[in-house]
């Protein structure tokens, strides 16, 4: 059993910054990437950040220079920092990782969702 579990999300005005984070838990022997993504009312899920086991990044170029994705393998989390927030920001962020568990199962998990709403 493999579980992420977001925390973060909130009310936040235009401009102003907030920080997501996921953390992995359970019977896991490795993550391989990680990412954020996001769903807005009425949209697709989108994917808005990712991050590779190596720590490489890419960003949505929607969110490029605003948002920062980060990993800390100690700890099995990861991390969206978002600063200059819009109002088009505003979504259901979902955490994502891809993970092989300890008894060898490759998996797809996702988080159960956080709330960011961008509103003055």
């Known amino acids: 059993q493999v579980q992420l579990v977001e925390s973060g999300g909130g009310l936040v005005q235009p401009g102003g910054s907030l920080r997501v984070s996921c953390e992995v838990s359970g019977s896991i022997f490795m993550i391989y990437g990680m990412g954020w993504y996001r769903q807005a009312p009425g949209k697709q899920r989108e994917l808005v950040a990712a991050?590779?086991?190596?720590?490489?990044?890419n960003y949505a170029d929607s969110v490029k220079g605003r948002f920062a994705i980060s990993r800390d393998n100690a700890k099995d989390t990861v991390n969206l920092q978002m600063n200059s927030l819009k109002p088009e920001d505003t979504a259901v962020y979902y955490c994502n990782a891809q993970v092989q568990t300890t008894t060898g199962r490759n998996l797809e998990v996702w988080g159960q969702g956080t709330l960011v709403t961008v509103s003055s």
């Open positions: 991050i590779s086991a190596a720590g490489s990044p």
